[in-house]
């Protein structure tokens, strides 16, 4: 089965760091993405793991453990614009993606 | 580049009438999938084409739901007689061939339909 868990919310203030946590289970895994989506608009990509270890990207970063089942995604320096739903993103079998809840950030002056 | 397009951004059908959703992919893409998210919820997968092919439909309800990617054309996204339920946002991505990071999902704007 496809099974995906992140927070709901999570608030920071301007310039701090934050860490959001994935959890998963996916039949045939091979891929582990973070969107980012503003409301309204559409999911826009951020990170990609397939290997275990640390990704970073400017501001952002995204950590996989596959035997766990585990992925975090850090912002840090974080800026008003940041304010966006951040989406766990599986992808399985078939190409085919499974979508967290997407976890909703908002930050704060 | 232009990105992933899709039109119309809005529709307002009224109950029983038809919906068409469009979706043109990213140049050089030739794998196309839709997706449906509900207000407050997460984006579900529901079917996945390449050209003239149907790769995957497991996310597509059995009934009043259908898609294509013709051979010319973009992708359409056809909902027949349409219920108050169908009321959703309609994203469309598209890839490219190959594995790994080239199989990247990228998204369009989305079409927000909306039945009266």
């Known amino acids: 089965g496809q099974n995906i868990d992140q927070p709901t919310e999570m608030t920071a203030t301007e310039g701090a760091i934050v860490q959001i946590n994935c959890t998963y289970q996916?039949?045939?895994?091979?891929?582990l993405f973070w969107y980012q989506q503003h409301a309204g608009e559409a999911p826009t990509f951020l990170s990609y793991?397939?290997?275990?270890g640390l990704e970073e990207k400017g501001r952002f970063s995204s950590f996989l453990s596959r035997s766990k089942g585990y992925s975090y995604l850090l912002l840090k320096e974080l800026q008003m614009k940041d304010s966006a739903s951040y989406l766990c993103?599986?992808?399985?079998?078939?190409?085919?993606?499974?979508f967290g809840g997407g976890t909703r950030v908002l930050v704060k002056p | 580049n232009a990105g992933v397009m899709q039109n119309p951004r809005h529709l307002v059908r009224r109950r029983g009438q038809e919906a068409r959703l469009r979706c043109s992919p990213m140049?050089?893409?030739?794998?196309v999938y839709w997706y449906r998210q509900l207000p407050e919820e997460g984006l579900k997968f529901m079917v996945y084409?390449?050209?003239?092919?149907?790769?995957?439909e497991s996310g597509m309800p059995k009934e009043r739901f259908s898609a294509e990617f013709p051979k010319e054309g973009p992708s359409i996204l056809r909902i027949q007689q349409v219920v108050r339920g169908d009321s959703a946002a309609y994203f469309c991505?598209?890839?490219?061939?190959?594995?790994?990071?080239?199989?990247?999902?990228?998204f369009g704007p989305g079409t927000r339909l909306l039945v009266l």
């Open positions: 991505a598209s890839s490219p061939q190959g594995t790994g990071y080239e199989e990247t999902q990228y």
């Open positions: 084409l390449q050209k003239e092919n149907i790769i995957d």
């Open positions: 793991n397939v290997l275990d």
């Open positions: 996916t039949s045939g895994f091979n891929g």
């Open positions: 140049k050089g893409h030739s794998h």
């Open positions: 993103v599986s992808r399985g079998a078939g190409n085919k993606l499974t």
